[in-house]
């Protein structure tokens, strides 16, 4: 079983870069596809970006794509998300998943982190 940490959010301005990173332990991360996930306040949980188990392939939000990008260093066993041009509706808090699905993009996703917070002012 893998457990999953995030850390880097924090209160950056609209226009401004934002990378938050999400940290394994107990397993290597080559074991697993990733993908991260926000949720604003009142909102539900959404999808935001994916990547396969050895990080070929990515995908993404449609509100997110050209400005984020998401990436994977197993021997650092840490997925990053770098996030660029952040605007006020980025606001949420960012949470990272590992998925047991050997190919292709993750459709399910078995741990979950705590979370971290990106606050995007005016």
């Known amino acids: 079983q893998v457990q999953l940490v995030e850390s880097g959010g924090g209160l950056v301005q609209a226009g401004d870069s934002l990378r938050v990173s999400c940290a394994a332990s107990g397993r290597a991360l080559s074991s697993y596809a990733m993908g991260w996930f926000r949720q604003a306040p009142g909102k539900q949980r959404e999808f935001v970006a994916a990547?396969?188990?050895?990080?070929?392939?990515?995908s993404y939000a449609d509100s997110v794509a050209g400005r984020f990008i998401i990436s994977k260093d197993n021997d650092k066993n840490t997925v990053y998300l770098q996030m660029n041009s952040l605007k006020v509706e980025d606001t949420a808090v960012y949470y990272c998943a590992a998925s047991n699905q050997r190919y292709g993009l993750p459709r399910e996703y078995d741990y979950w982190g705590q979370g971290t917070q990106v606050t995007v002012s005016s």
């Open positions: 990547i396969t188990r050895n990080g070929g392939r990515t």
